[in-house]
C-alpha cells in the first residue's frame, strides 16, 4: 500500500475533486494508475531499476479480469474510492476488514494531482470502513523510503512496526536439502476441505481469520498453496507463486518455520527463474534462510500497524498491498 509525494505545477482548485465507490469499469485505469504512482516513487528514490514491481517487469494491463479488485468491490466496496478531478481519475483507495483486522491495500495519487488533499481525504474515507466486529487494529504496507505517506498513516495512528525486505535469488541456488525429516507437504486443492486448517493457524499466528483471501487465492491458477504437517498435526502453509514467489506463509510454532520456509523455497524454485520473499527484518529465521538461498534485497518497505502484531516470526507476507 502506498502513498505518492512528487511536487506538480498547474495544481486544479480544491473545490474541483469529487469522490466516489469504485466501479467494474474503473478497474483498467485504477491498476494503471497504481502502476504510474508506484514508478513515480520508485524513480524518485533510485529503486526503479531494482525493484521487481516497476512496471517494465509487470505484465501488460488486462482490460478485463481484475480478480483483486473484483473481490473488493464485492466484500469490501465499503472501503473502494475513487478521486476525479475535472472527471478524470486522480487517486484510489481499497481497504478490507476481516474479522477485527482493517487492512489499507492501496492508497495512490497520480503524481499529477498533488497538493490537493486527496490522499487525506481518501485515508479519511477509507477508515469509516468498517464491520461487525468492531476494528481492534489496522494495518498497511508502504513504501519505508517515503516520509509523506509515513506521516500521513501515523497521524491517524498507525505507526511503524516491522522494516520489510523484498529479496530475491537464482532458483538454481536453493537448497534443496530439508532438516526435517517428519515433515510433510501435500498441495492443497480444495478450499472448503482446508478451511479449517488455514483458519486454525491464521488464528494462532495472526490472531485473525482470514477465509475470503484464502478463497481468493485457491482461486487464482498462479498459485498453488501447501499444507504442512508432522505426524498427524497440521503444522503450517505456504502459497507458492508460478513466478516464484513465496507469501502468504504461516506456521503454528517457531521451531517449524525454518523447515516450512525451506520447503516452499524449492517448491518456488521448480520452474521459476527466480525466488522471492518479503523478508521481515526482526525474523532471524526467515533472514538466515533467505541469505542461505543467495538471496539479496532489491526494495525497502515499512510494515505499520495501530497495535503490535502477535507472531511475525512465524509468518510471511506477501507484500502487494492485495494480501496480508
Not at 478521486?83 to 481497504?95: H, N, Q, R, Y
Request: glycine share 8%; charged share 20%.
Amino acid at each position: 500500500m502506498l502513498y505518492v509525494s512528487i511536487a506538480c505545477s498547474a495544481i486544479p482548485a480544491l473545490s474541483d475533486v469529487s469522490y466516489r465507490t469504485a466501479t467494474v469499469e474503473d478497474f483498467p485505469g485504477i491498476l494503471g494508475l497504481i502502476r504510474g504512482s508506484f514508478d513515480g516513487v520508485l524513480r524518485e528514490h533510485g529503486f526503479f531499476d531494482s525493484s521487481p514491481f516497476a512496471s517494465p517487469k509487470m505484465p501488460a494491463i488486462p482490460q478485463q479480469g481484475f480478480p483483486w479488485f473484483e473481490m473488493g468491490l464485492k466484500e469490501d466496496n465499503e472501503g473502494f474510492w475513487i478521486a476525479e478531478v475535472d472527471g478524470k481519475m486522480a487517486g484510489i483507495t481499497l481497504s478490507w476488514v476481516r474479522g477485527s483486522l482493517w487492512y489499507l491495500a492501496h492508497l495512490f495519487v497520480s503524481p499529477a494531482y498533488q497538493g490537493l488533499n486527496i490522499g487525506q481525504n481518501l485515508m479519511e474515507r477509507a477508515m469509516k470502513h468498517c464491520k461487525d466486529p468492531p476494528i481492534t487494529n489496522r494495518a498497511l504496507v508502504t513504501f519505508a523510503y517515503n516520509p509523506v505517506s509515513i506521516s500521513l498513516y501515523a497521524r491517524h495512528g498507525i505507526y511503524p512496526r516491522e522494516p520489510l525486505y523484498w529479496m530475491e535469488g537464482p532458483s538454481q541456488q536453493v537448497k534443496t536439502e530439508l532438516s526435517n525429516s517428519k515433515l510433510r507437504n501435500e498441495r492443497a486443492v480444495d478450499f472448503e476441505k482446508s478451511r479449517s486448517v488455514l483458519s486454525r493457524i491464521d488464528e494462532l499466528t495472526l490472531g485473525y481469520p482470514r477465509e475470503k483471501n484464502h478463497a481468493f487465492l485457491f482461486s487464482l491458477p498462479s498459485v498453488r498453496c501447501h499444507l504442512f504437517s508432522s505426524g498427524e498435526k497440521p503444522v503450517g502453509y505456504a502459497y507458492v507463486w508460478q513466478n516464484g514467489r513465496v507469501g502468504p506463509l504461516a506456521t503454528v510454532s517457531h521451531e517449524m518455520f525454518r523447515d516450512v520456509l525451506r520447503s516452499a523455497f524449492r517448491l518456488a524454485a521448480e520452474g521459476a527463474p527466480n525466488v522471492g520473499i518479503a523478508a521481515t527484518g526482526s525474523n532471524e529465521q526467515l533472514m538466515q534462510v533467505a541469505l542461505e538461498q543467495k538471496m539479496r534485497i532489491l526494495d525497502n518497505y515499512l510494515f505499520m500497524s495501530s497495535k503490535p502484531f502477535p507472531n511475525f516470526s512465524n509468518y510471511v507476507l506477501y507484500p502487494t498491498g492485495a494480501m496480508l
